[in-house]
């Protein structure tokens, strides 16, 4: 039966007789909190201190005013070795990068040897035991390097982006590892580059993640720490005499006394390494004026370029043929310019006699 269209339903009251008297909003615990910034954490009852941020430049400032004369001299030495790298050729900077990836990799666990990394760089080959990975890892950091754009080209978001070749491309969102180091970068604006360089190595090795961080670490901060200089160093060297600037542990003035010591010690080391090659390529050049055509100089070239050649990379760089390779790489070890690293009639190595 349908009810008329005039009637209402009466109105029912929604508490029964056995219903408790309703509870205060203020009683409900369940409630979320009022909006009060004062008001302590449930689950941290007594008052915090205030936060610090896990790289604070203030602290690095004050390191950096103990360490003038440290700072000085690394830049009395940057400075002549961007003058030597000026006044040689331009494959000094090249040979240069490929020895401190050869020395950086030790520390990083890849240990790739020069004649490997020459290989992979030059011609892209490798051994069917290599790691690929660390091959790459390698080829990836001689490339940086040698050049390009500095991390903080078009600002540090954009620029480290690019040079980690990470997000920032077709709409893909900037990881927040690099986010984070370029508001720490940012901050540490009126820090001289030598610091800033430790601060940015000791960040990323914080704040990256994967196996390449170490590598990466590295890189970063020796293209900004050669930021000091003029243009003519692409890197400040850091591993070339060894791991000593790359210490991890204590605070900061402990890091960055163990990265200008480390990184000092490195520029000197490329400064002698370039005096002995470029007294190596005045002897070659006289003892190589008796021979025609083109490929001795080319090879002389080469073996200033490359810490290590073999012979498909000597064939390649100097586009003469094998055979013409061949018989002046022979020659060259004959006259005591160069000498053969691994004692084989096949797969061999040559190496400057610096």
Partial sequence: MKPHSGTSLPDIDPEGPYDSDPVAESDLWFLPGPDDDDALDPLFPTPRAAARPLFDPVDWRSAQAGYSGEM???????????ERLRAGPAEWAHRLALLEVADLGWWAGDR???????????????ATSDDTQALARAGWAVRRLSGG????????LGGLSDFLGRGGADGDAIPDAIADLAEVMDGAVTLHPATRAAMMFHSWMALGQGRSTAV?????????????????????PVALSGPGALRGIGDPDQKLGAWL??????VVAALLHLERIAAWRTRAETATADLSGRTPPA????????????APLAEAKSGASRAAVQRNLDLFTRRGL????TGQGR???WTAAI
Wanted: without cysteine; glycine residues 10%; hydrophobic residues 50%.
């Fill in 149 to 156: 754009p500095a991390p903080d080209a078009g600002g540090w």
């Fill in 347 to 349: 797969y061999r190595v």
């Fill in 261 to 266: 010591r480390g990184s000092t010690q490195a």
């Fill in 112 to 126: 790739i040897s020069a004649e490997r990394l020459a290989l992979w760089t030059g011609l892209r080959l490798s």
């Fill in 299 to 310: 090879l002389v070239s080469v073996m200033a370029a490359w810490p290590m050649v073999t």
């Fill in 72 to 82: 000085a001299d690394l830049a009395y030495h940057f400075g002549a070795l961007e």
């Fill in 338 to 341: 160069i000498r053969e690293m």
């Fill in 216 to 236: 990466e670490a590295v890189v970063l901060a020796a293209r900004h720490g050669a930021s000091m200089g003029r243009g003519a160093a692409p890197f400040l």
